[in-house]
């Protein structure tokens, strides 16, 4: 079974940066869609960004845009999400998700079918 390994969390001042990153347990693994997402205490997990696994298309929650980035390498089988600027709400339990079929909507959590197990992003003020 695939897994998904999250990394790069830990606590930052408000305008900080952070960089998390998702590693696939298998080389082979070639999913449709990856994504982020993230849940804060007593909220329901939310769409952070993903990214097409093939073109490179991504999405971005409102919320991130500009400030986020997703981006993959495809030899390494990981994706990133580069965060700037970061804000008191962004902390959250980030979660890595992967869709291994296609979904024309990939911001729902039904989309992906494998997922992290959470790597925890705080944001002082």
């Known amino acids: 079974q695939v897994q998904l390994v999250e990394s790069g969390g830990g606590l930052v001042q408000a305008g900080g940066s952070l960089r998390l990153s998702c590693a696939a347990s298998?080389?082979?693994?070639?999913?449709?869609?990856m994504g982020w997402f993230r849940r804060a205490p007593g909220l329901e997990r939310e769409f952070v960004a993903a990214?097409?696994?093939?073109?490179?298309?991504?999405y971005y929650a409102e919320s991130v845009k500009g400030r986020f980035t997703i981006s993959r390498d495809n030899a390494k089988k990981t994706v990133t999400l580069q965060m700037n600027s970061l804000k008191p709400d962004d902390t959250a339990v980030y979660y890595c998700?992967?869709?291994?079929?296609?979904?024309?909507?990939?911001?729902?959590?039904?989309?992906?079918?494998?997922w992290g197990q959470g790597t925890q992003v705080t944001v002082s003020s």
């Open positions: 298998e080389r082979t693994f070639t999913p449709y869609t």
């Open positions: 990214i097409r696994w093939g073109t490179g298309y991504t």
């Open positions: 998700a992967a869709a291994t079929s296609f979904s024309i909507t990939p911001t729902g959590v039904n989309a992906y079918n494998y």
